[in-house]
């Protein structure tokens, strides 16, 4: 027939031959077989089946080795690591086969990528694990006393579940000098033991006969049951039920209803009376199962049905049935009944979809195999015979392979995702029968995108602002970004770009590779930095991957992290002390002194407030608030004490404000001495601050000598390595004088600005702890009362190259600040205040 079939496909045209070859790349499918025995530990190893199939083991676990589910995958495990094929619990042949000599168990395992098909057979060989036995104990058998030789006697099968050769194989009757045993091979129903009367049995000499039945198996050692035989003679009915037919068959269909007949049979018997009366039964063999299906009407001969007849279970039944006549010692005559069930087309199609890509891309070509499908019904003939098709119209399709009932559903167009991400595939499957049954299953198939999407940044550019002295370590902000992509290609991971050229900050930044949170790695301080900006990229996970970038901004939040800082009174020691000395004859509303003192801080954390904490006499000075200079309330008199000591809080204005304190003491003296100690302490300070400034000022230029020399000589250097061509840019600008300056900007309740620079004011003083490079301007106040100008108004000029001295007034007080006018520098002339 296979041969027969192989020409048959030789003559169909190339193109099928081209398919089927096709088919085979989509599928391919191969057949082992193993041999294990029963009962066998849980685990206990059965075969390779990788290097069986000459798979490679290192691939079997990413191609998704498996065994297809069926309702023998709970007997077998497979190893996804190795390929090795194990028992999943003991298999009990007689469990599992039942009464089939032949216990094979057939699974289907499957490889993806590409798709393979394996059909794999165990087969369970029966071990001697059971012992014969019969119904009962004792078997009663009652013989007519003129029953002739050769009369037989069919007695009881032993049951053994065992298959095979561990089967019944034999039995054994005791000795005795009336009997023998015969025994009738009845195929799939077992070995029948039949008594043959050999010698006609005498009632008045022995009553009853007693045997021994022996039945034994053909395992190694063969085990064996016994049943002890009672056989009571009967005195005449000679004539036993004769059936009218030597053999009786029958056919029925399958689900036939309950209370159909079957077949009649008829036995006649010579004997009259209650001797010649039959009654009709089923053998003494016959299964529960056939009892349950079948009933005898034990006057009419009648086989009725009582249960549901199904082809798919059983296609034929050989039922032992038995007539007896009403004797005093009744004879019974055995026969066979077969019946052959007909298949009716009472089973739907049944689809298995064996294997099945969740996903195909996009860029699949045609034919590309996303299904394996499995077709089948129990069915036979016209009423098995299947036609499956896809029903909708889609971008799939419906082929046959090579295996019977097995197909591919593959693409027959291109995919894309853009327009339909899902398909919901109904397969339809229908057989040949009358009425035709119709099966359905429906696959999902998702259409898998490739990498043509650029993760996109949730905003661009970001911009966040931070406090200062953040915690190191903690996170800062987040960046997002989004693919239009699945899956790994819309998997997006974020690092950030590093040019230590261009901005060192990002050093001390780290990104959150999966969630694009960005840590800060040290504590920002505002008066350092106050903003900086970097680059983010946000990559997918594609291959090859796609990315994008973005600028993050980052501006720094002052915070009240500086204490105010006391400028003056400050003492030798540093300390914020001072001594004033004022004479007697002051007047009300003369200016004392002025408290001067800065925070690094900006806004309300650096706007600062005095006060006065202590004083001695609250009736004689006041203290603004806003400027902290220190002025009289009232005259003095020979009464008020000659020195006062007065506690100025300094605290500036951030939510958790943070202070400093300043003393100031006060001597009243009389005119004469006030001024001798005024010019005497002006004197000393203008020496001390000369000597500092000019210190300073020899290392200042001596370092700025040093450096200008090293340039020459490395203009030099260069000029002789390179091309005259190039030696002009290195020149200085023709108007540049060499004049040095050099600025700090300090910022407080009121502003000033100090310099250091190649030409000072005689009146400039070096502040102490200040690293000898900040100057502070002498107070250059009014009389008392008058506040200065409003505008900027310049005081000093600066055409020889020296300072701009200019003073900021308003109603809480003046500032001043000093500019520098470089020398020799004619385009700048006079410039103003600002």
Known sequence: MEQRRWGARQRRPLLSVFLALFLWVCAVSAQLRYSISEELNEGTFIGNLAKDLGTDPASIKQRGFRIMSSSNERLFKVNENDGALYTNSKIDREEVCKESNACLINIKTVLDNPLEVH???VEILDLNDHTPTFPGKT????????ALPGATFQLQNAYDPDGGLNSVQQYKISQNDHFRLEVKDRGRDGKTPILQLQRQLDRESKRVHKLVLTAIDGGTPPKTGLVEILIEVLDVNDNMPVFTKDTYSATLQENAPVGTTVIQVNATDSDSGANGEVVYSFGSDVKDKIRQLFKMDSFTGEIIVTGNVDFEEQDSYDIDIQASDKGNIPLKTDKSVIIKIID??????????????????????????????????????????????????????????????????????????????????????????????TSKQIISIFVSDINDNSPEFLSSPYTFYISENNKPGD????????????????????????????????????????????????????ETVKSFHFQVAATDGGSPPLSSNVTVNVFILDQNDNTPVILYPVSSNGSAEGVEEIPRNIKAGDLVTKVRAYDADIGYNGWLLFSLGQVTDHSIFSLDRYTGQ???????????EAEHRLLILVKDNGNVSLSATATVTVKLVEPKEAFAASDVKSAAKLDQEEDNVTFYLIIT??????????????????????????????????????????????????KRYMLVGPRMSIGSTIVPGSQANTLVLPDRRHTSGEKGPVEGQEVGNGTDGGLHLCRYGDERGTSESIMAAPSGNRSIGRRPCR
């Open 701 to 750: 230029l001596g370092s700025v000598s040093l450096l200008f020399v090293i340039s020459i000589i490395v203009l030099i250097a260069m000029q002789c390595s390179k091309s005259t061509e190039y030696t002009s840019k290195y020149l200085q600008d023709t108007n540049y004088d060499g004049t040095l300056c050099h600025s700090i900007q300090y910022r407080s309740g009121d």
């Open 119 to 121: 059909y794999i057979s």
């Open 630 to 640: 220190i002025r009289t309330l009232r005259s003095l008199t020979e009464t008020d």
């Open 344 to 437: 009716m087309n009472d089973n739907s199609p049944e689809i298995e979809v064996t294997s099945l890509s969740r996903a195909v891309s996009e860029d699949s070509r045609p034919g590309t195999t996303v299904a394996l499908v499995s077709v089948i019904d129990l069915d036979s003939g016209l009423n098995g015979k299947i036609i499956s098709h896809v029903s909708e119209e889609s971008p799939f399709v419906l082929t046959a392979s090579m295996q019977d009932n097995l197909f591919a559903v593959v693409t027959k167009a291109h995919l894309d995702r853009e327009k339909k991400s899902a398909y919901d595939i109904t397969i339809i499957a229908k057989d040949s029968g009358d009425p035709a049954l």
């Open 139 to 146: 078997k009663r058998l009652e013989i007519s006393e003129s």
């Open 475 to 526: 996170s800062m902000f987040s960046v997002k970004a989004s693919d239009c992509d699945e899956g790994e290609n819309a998997v997006i991971y974020y690092h950030i770009l590093r040019n230590n050229k261009e901005n060192a900050h990002t050093s001390f930044l780290n990104v959150n590779s999966e969630t694009g949170e960005i840590l800060a790695l040290k504590s920002f301080d505002f």
